[in-house]
């Protein structure tokens, strides 16, 4: 089956549990250069940490878009966006607009609480930096752009990594182990910015750890509290009717990037739910294409 063809289970209602996709062909975007599980990172105990890169043949050195992607932390697939867009249509806009793009795996909940995630995509950045020359790509221009819990990942790395005493324990050493990790813009969609105000959710990412150790993880890996005056240009897209994630986390985060005196801007969708399901994405991605062309170029 093309990666292309696969839809939501169902057309309404709650889907039920994925426990599997069906064999599928993953044709690259047209017109790319595909390299295809590229290991950046190996812990030991875990399995390789790996991730996709396709580089637009028209473009000479271009500019980097690490996609981060969802899942609540727990599920999700380099390769895949929300069954809802159609799959590979997201990468090959980039693509088409002359920015290459990767597309990362990271640890799950299962495998690794968090910080570890962070300390993955953090790896990835620094990969990419490592290995520009050979990849053919300008990893000085580069953007973290995730949705959803990906878009929790990508803040944290973005604004921790600009920040100028970067907190180590943070961004770790896994991979590359060393080496910038600081990025050019951040894109957020409908993400999870201030933990410290979702107490359940708190609860579910460190089940086992006591309360009082909880609140202080909450408040270390709240994006909120990193904003600095020199912290990346953001776009935070969010849906007014999202019952997963509160618009008022994308709220907080552009008021506190303003308030530091930060660029950000802020849009949201009114009748959007999460995945903006109940408006067309499209425009959205015009949207981000747009941000991310002006900061990358």
Same mark, same amino acid.
């Given at each position: 089956?093309?990666? /292309?063809?696969?839809?939501?289970?169902?057309?309404?209602? @709650?889907?039920?549990?994925?426990?599997?996709?069906?064999?599928?062909?993953?044709?690259?975007?047209?017109?790319? /250069? &595909?390299?295809?599980?590229? &290991?950046?990172?190996?812990?030991?105990?875990?399995?390789?940490?790996?991730?996709? +890169?396709? $580089?637009?043949?028209?473009?000479?050195?271009?500019?980097?878009?690490?996609?981060?992607?969802?899942?609540?932390?727990?599920?999700?697939?380099?390769?895949? $966006?929300?069954?809802?867009?159609?799959?590979?249509?997201?990468?090959?806009?980039?693509?088409?607009?002359?920015?290459?793009?990767? &597309?990362?795996?990271?640890?799950? +909940?299962?495998?690794?609480?968090? @910080?570890? @995630?962070?300390?993955? !995509?953090? #790896?990835?950045?620094?990969?990419?930096?490592?290995?520009?020359?050979?990849?053919? $790509?300008?990893?000085?221009?580069?953007?973290?752009?995730?949705?959803?819990?990906?878009?929790?990942?990508?803040?944290?790395?973005?604004?921790?990594?600009?920040?100028?005493?970067?907190?180590?324990?943070?961004?770790?050493?896994?991979?590359?182990?060393?080496?910038?990790?600081?990025?050019?813009?951040?894109?957020?969609?409908?993400?999870?910015?201030?933990?410290?105000?979702?107490?359940?959710?708190?609860?579910?990412?460190? @089940?086992? &750890?006591?309360?009082?150790?909880?609140?202080?993880?909450?408040?270390?890996?709240?994006?909120?509290?990193? !904003?600095?005056?020199?912290?990346?240009?953001?776009?935070?897209?969010?849906?007014?009717?999202?019952?997963?994630?509160?618009?008022?986390?994308?709220?907080?985060?552009?008021?506190?990037? /303003?308030?530091?005196?930060?660029?950000?801007?802020?849009?949201?969708?009114?009748?959007?739910?999460?995945?903006? #399901?109940?408006?067309?994405?499209?425009?959205?991605?015009? /949207?981000? !294409?747009?941000?991310?062309?002006?900061?990358?170029?």
């Amino acid at each position: 089956m093309d990666v /292309r063809d696969l839809r939501p289970p169902v057309e309404d209602g @709650p889907w039920p549990p994925a426990t599997h996709h069906p064999p599928l062909d993953h044709p690259p975007p047209e017109g790319a /250069r &595909t390299w295809t599980g590229l &290991t950046y990172a190996m812990v030991d105990g875990y399995r390789p940490m790996v991730l996709d +890169l396709h $580089v637009p043949l028209a473009a000479l050195r271009p500019p980097v878009v690490l996609w981060v992607h969802g899942g609540g932390w727990r599920e999700g697939d380099r390769r895949l $966006v929300p069954l809802q867009w159609g799959q590979q249509r997201l990468f090959q806009r980039l693509v088409d607009a002359g920015l290459a793009v990767a &597309t990362v795996d990271y640890r799950l +909940l299962a495998e690794s609480s968090l @910080p570890g @995630p962070v300390h993955d !995509v953090v #790896a990835a950045v620094r990969y990419l930096r490592r290995y520009a020359d050979e990849l053919g $790509v300008d990893a000085s221009r580069l953007a973290l752009w995730g949705e959803s819990a990906g878009a929790h990942l990508a803040a944290v790395v973005a604004l921790a990594a600009g920040q100028a005493h970067p907190d180590q324990w943070l961004l770790g050493s896994t991979g590359v182990g060393h080496g910038p990790a600081g990025v050019t813009a951040l894109v957020g969609w409908y993400g999870v910015y201030d933990l410290t105000l979702l107490p359940s959710l708190v609860a579910m990412l460190w @089940p086992d &750890t006591p309360a009082y150790e909880r609140e202080e993880l909450a408040r270390r890996l709240s994006p909120v509290r990193m !904003v600095a005056p020199d912290s990346p240009p953001m776009l935070l897209l969010h849906g007014e009717a999202d019952t997963l994630v509160p618009v008022d986390q994308s709220v907080r985060l552009h008021e506190a990037a /303003r308030a530091a005196g930060a660029r950000s801007e802020l849009e949201v969708s009114p009748g959007s739910e999460h995945v903006f #399901a109940g408006e067309p994405v499209e425009p959205r991605w015009e /949207r981000t !294409v747009d941000f991310l062309a002006q900061h990358l170029r």
